[in-house]
T-cell receptor
């Protein structure tokens, strides 16, 4: 069956460290993969998109990698700050414009 | 631009009642998505439209759910009759569709509680 897996356990890190979140998928061949941020009581907000022919994408303190052989994406936040605390969602394009989401990983950055 | 606008933000109703959730797309966007989010199941895609036409409604739970897009900027999601298990946050999202990078713009959601 088709699955998107994100670490369901919350990730707790110290301010200034690099946070690394993982997204694994099975039985998909997505044309692109996206990462979103969701704060409590709010809708998800787009962060980054990476295409199947790209290995890495960066935006300010954010970096995403995409390994279509391993069927895995890693999402990094460098020099993390308490304001980065949120839930981060991985999303796959599964054909046409259809986009499905993983369950998300909660990140807590302690000052 | 005001972004994707959803209403109501909160709805509390009793089992058996009809619920209508509304969504206004960002001007110029031509793809519209309805998602439902719960703690147990995360963010589930219910249905999506492109150019006002429903493309994939395989995520719609059952016949009690229906969605329409009467014009290019507005959509409704209706549940009739509602049941307690329908309690969730319902999100609407839009994108530029063809030629876009696929980025979705979400509304703030409609939190539905069915008693």
């Amino acid at each position: 069956s088709q699955k998107i897996e994100q670490n369901s356990e919350a990730l707790n890190i110290q301010e200034g460290k690099t946070a690394t979140l993982t997204c694994n998928y099975t039985n998909y061949s997505p044309a692109y993969l996206q990462w979103y941020r969701q704060d409590p009581g709010r809708g998800p907000v787009f962060l980054l998109l990476i295409r199947e022919n790209e290995k890495e994408k960066r935006k300010e303190r954010l970096k995403v990698t995409f390994d279509t052989t391993l069927k895995q994406s890693l999402f990094h936040i460098t020099a993390s700050q308490p304001a980065d605390s949120a839930t981060y969602l991985c999303a796959l394009n599964t054909g046409g414009f259809k986009t499905i989401f993983g369950a998300g990983t909660r990140l807590f950055v302690k000052a | 631009d005001a972004g994707v606008i959803q209403s109501p933000r909160h709805e509390v109703t009793e089992m058996g009642q009809e619920v209508t959730l509304r969504c206004k797309l960002i001007s110029g966007h031509n793809s519209l998505f309805w998602y439902r989010q719960t703690m147990m199941r995360g963010l589930e895609l219910l249905i999506y439209f492109n150019n006002n036409v429903p493309i994939d409604d395989s995520g719609m739970p059952e016949d009690r759910f229906s969605a329409k897009m009467p014009n290019a900027s507005f959509s409704t999601l209706k549940i009739q009759p509602s049941e307690p298990r329908d309690s969730a946050v319902y999100f609407c999202a839009s994108s530029q569709g063809q030629g876009s990078a696929g980025e979705l713009f979400f509304g703030e959601g409609s939190r539905l509680t069915v008693l």
